[in-house]
């Protein structure tokens, strides 16, 4: 990415940081319904990343990690590699994640994998809700 695609992309994201600011129900249905949850009722490692995506540009931190929070941290990771690329010069070697920390990356992806589709708490917590019902909750703290 060059610098001027990375100056774009930093004013697409305070944009839609500010917009969903203002306008917090713009996205509440937004994205479509994943594949493969729908075929075999089983949460995959993306399950509820765009909704803790979209929680992560309202500023609902714990929200976001709810929802999601292996993409919580993949996202966190993306500013750090764009400042260990375009500030500190030592671009990070995606591809070459083979060895160590290609396995561990792997187990990692795995272990959410099959923890988040356990059905009993505390793992029940690993699986995303839905957005409405997340918003619902969160505009009604205590009530059932």
Known sequence: MTRPVAIVVALLLAGATVLLKLRPEILSHFGPPCVFHSL???????????RAAILLLR???PGAI??????????????????RTYVVGKPINWVGTSGKPGKAI????????ILR????????????IEL?????????????
Do not use: E
């Not at 709810?66 to 400042?83: G, Y």
């Not at 792997?106 to 994998?113: I, M, W």
């Not at 589709?117 to 995303?128: D, E, G, K, R």
């Open 117 to 128: 589709n356990v059905p009993i708490a505390p793992f029940t917590y690993l699986a995303p």
């Open 66 to 83: 709810r929802m999601n929070v292996f993409a919580v941290i993949v996202i966190a990771c993306v500013p750090i590699a764009l400042v």
């Open 106 to 113: 792997a187990f990692g992806v795995l272990a959410f994998f």
């Open 40 to 50: 075999t009722g089983l949460y995959c490692p993306g399950c509820g990343g765009t």
């Open 132 to 144: 409405r019902q997340y918003d619902k909750a969160a505009a009604n703290p205590g009530r059932s």
């Open 59 to 61: 500023g609902d931190i």
